[in-house]
């Protein structure tokens, strides 16, 4: 007899090799149909799993959020069976879970496309149909190369598990090698779809050969399932790649290049007001805004220690066969400290605030781009500023302050704080010197901890020179992007050997540098915007913020126009549709244009002077005389 101590603390005398899926019966029947496994120990394990030794037994069923990464990585198996049978020569790599489903790496020589997924489907749910048992088998590193000595990807990846306990999951002529915990029997799979395939190269090493990336997802019900493709339809809706064609706001073009984007006039517009809203901002707080070079010689990020850790995502230099190598600067930081170093600076001047709406360029991988969001030539709203080690608190509490002002502006409420730290044992990314990293990582949590913030932490997220607060949104594509930064670097005052003269007058001190992105690069930005404000950007931001639509424009024109003048003198941006169209035609598509005013004008608003108004998302019109709408819009467009 074994003792089982279950969640409640209480103790029950068990027969060896009972399984969880028993113990659960012995409790009651209905509760034995939800459990998918359990946790003995602290070790998550199938529902059949025999249990041999005096353990803690954590029944997991259908309901926690455990259970569902079960059912996916075993849709994950299935999906691979299903492949195997409909294309027996393919070759698997690995099949891991993800935030919101799973993936399975495959080579299939045949090649393999979206219209393959119903294919698979089907095959899938005959797989699950047929009821298969899931089985779990230790097997030996010889056994194991025995077993998939027909697959090289599988024995490659066995090549990094020479040393571990091994074990495969079987069902029926299916087998993988795989750690698991598994469901029971295939039949539990009832609800899962397959959604994308894209290329990944085996061990996402560009070095290695390109396998197809299959993406699936899978519930325990229809209704979860169906839920989650409603929200899949809805993200694919407000894609900011999507809204920005549709409403004229950017595009890329292959001839160009990949990542480098075109801002249109209507984009122009919105990056302009928001470019003009953050600098008065910034400059009535103190910040000096500065315009520096975007390429710099190469000797200046060896320097600064861009070149040994920020290599990756850097542009190659231009030789210029005279001696000088520039590259395109990846951030605005050295040139920063260059402006700092060109003058002498006292205790009292700090902290110095040196912006810019800084160009930089950045390698990133063609994979990863996407529209606005990831590109490679950026402008992004940044600062550093200089402070005294005693002034780190207070000018952190500042740019927290800012950034809480402007997401109030933007109303941006969905996000959250990373504390972004470093990850000891890569040297590679990060600056070698540990007292460096405890001193900034330590002061940093200090301070977010005096500020009452809270945050989760996440090592490996840090900048190669110091620790950052970041802040984390989802976009319609990626369930985490960082959006703003403020981050905290004792390195590059030292790289730069930046001084100021202390209060005795005599010695010489190292400033600390802050550096900070509060409206992130404005590629990112807006196409966070456009996807929270699904392309209806609000009154201030809006590229046309009011349209005058003509009933007749033979009648209506003239006052019309004098309309349109009137509002472009108080500073709006209007438009006159004056085309020889239906009344609801034009209503129609200043909806579709998600212009925020529409104002009608027909025989009688020329009579009263006024404006018959209908906004953007609302059914209800309204009339106002002309005074009363510049009194109306002139408080909306305040920031
Ligand atoms: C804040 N040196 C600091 C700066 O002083 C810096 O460059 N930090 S950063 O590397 O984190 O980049 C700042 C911000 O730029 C990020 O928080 C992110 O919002 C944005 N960003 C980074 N890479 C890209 C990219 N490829 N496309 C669009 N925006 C990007
Ligand atoms: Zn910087």
Not at 199 to 219: C, E, P, V, W
Not at 310 to 339: A, K, T
Not at 512 to 528: D, K, L, N, P, Q
Not at 570 to 595: H, M, V, W
Request: aromatic fraction near 10%.
């Amino acid at each position: 007899m074994i003792k089982i101590t279950l969640k409640d603390g209480s103790i029950k005398e068990y027969k060896e090799n009972i399984t969880p899926y028993e113990i659960a019966l012995s409790i009651n029947e209905s509760l034995a149909k939800h459990v998918i496994g359990a946790y003995q120990d602290d070790e998550l394990i199938e529902a059949n799993r025999e249990i041999k030794v005096s353990s803690k037994i954590e029944l997991v069923k259908d309901t926690d959020p455990v259970a569902i990464e079960i059912l996916r990585h075993s849709t994950a198996h299935v999906l691979a069976q299903a492949i195997k049978r409909l294309y027996p020569n393919a070759l698997f790599g690995t099949g891991p879970n993800v935030e919101e489903g799973f993936y399975y790496d495959i080579f299939i020589s045949e090649g393999f496309s979206a219209e393959d997924f119903l294919k698979v489907e089907k095959e899938m749910e005959k797989i699950a149909k047929e009821a298969l048992p899931i089985v779990r088998e230790e097997v030996t590193y010889k056994k194991a190369k025995e077993l998939f000595k027909d697959d090289k990807f599988k024995l490659e990846i066995l090549e990094d598990h020479k040393d571990s306990n091994l074990t495969i999951y079987r069902q029926n002529e299916f087998y993988d090698l795989c750690k698991g915990p598994h469901l029971v029997n295939t039949s539990l799979i009832k609800h899962f779809k397959l959604l994308n395939v894209a290329g990944a190269y085996f061990k996402s090493d560009a070095k290695n050969q390109m396998l197809q990336r299959i993406y699936g997802t899978a519930f325990f019900t229809k209704k979860d399932l169906d839920d989650y493709l409603k929200i899949l339809l809805e993200r694919k809706e407000r894609d900011h790649r999507k809204i920005g064609k549709e409403l004229d706001l950017f595009f890329t073009s292959k001839e160009v290049g990949q990542g480098l984007p075109f801002w249109l006039p209507k984009g122009s517009t919105v990056r302009r007001v928001i470019e003009r809203y953050i600098v008065d901002k910034e400059i009535s707080l103190g910040y000096l805004h500065v315009y520096t070079p975007i390429l710099a010689n190469v000797d200046l990020y060896k320097k600064s220690g861009h070149w040994d850790h920020y290599h990756d995502s850097m542009f190659p230099p231009m030789d210029l066969g005279d001696g000088e190598m520039l590259v395109l600067r990846p951030m605005n930081c050295p040139h920063h400290m260059e402006i700092y170093k060109n003058s002498i600076h006292s205790y009292k001047e700090l902290p110095i605030r040196i912006a810019e709406l800084g160009m930089m360029h950045r390698y990133e991988k063609s994979g990863a781009l996407s529209g606005l969001q990831r590109v490679r030539e950026m402008t992004l709203n940044d600062a550093h500023v200089f402070v005294r080690f005693d002034q780190i608190e207070e000018e952190f509490k500042r740019t927290l302050d800012l950034l809480t002002s402007v997401y109030e502006d933007f109303e941006i409420k969905d996000y959250s704080f990373r504390l972004s730290l470093r990850d000891k044992n890569n040297k590679e990314k990060y600056f070698d010197d540990d007292k460096l990293w405890e001193k900034a990582e330590s002061e940093l949590r200090k301070v977010l901890t005096n500020y009452g913030l809270s945050f989760f932490e996440a090592v490996g997220e840090a900048a190669f020179y110091g620790p950052k607060l970041d802040v984390q949104v989802k976009t319609a594509t990626v369930m985490s992007e960082t959006l703003s930064t403020i981050q905290l670097d004792f390195l590059l005052p030292e790289r730069f050997d930046l001084t100021y003269v202390g209060e005795d007058g005599k010695n010489i001190y190292r400033p600390v540098v802050i550096h900070r992105g509060i409206v992130s690069t404005m590629e990112r930005f807006v196409a966070y915007l456009i996807e929270e404000y699904k392309g209806a950007f609000p009154f201030w931001l809006a590229p046309v913020q009011l349209k005058v639509l003509l009933v007749n424009n033979e009648f209506h024109k003239a006052y019309g126009e004098s309309v349109i003048e009137l509002l472009k003198e108080n500073g709006f941006r209007a438009e006159l549709d004056d085309r020889e169209e239906k009344l609801g035609y034009k209503i129609r598509e200043s909806q579709t244009l998600k212009i925020p005013y529409s104002l009608i004008i027909g025989d009688n608003e020329v009579t009263s002077k006024t404006v018959n108004i209908r906004l953007y998302g609302n059914q209800n019109q309204y009339s106002l005389s002309l005074d009363d709408l510049l009194a109306e819009i002139k408080k909306l467009n305040k920031k």
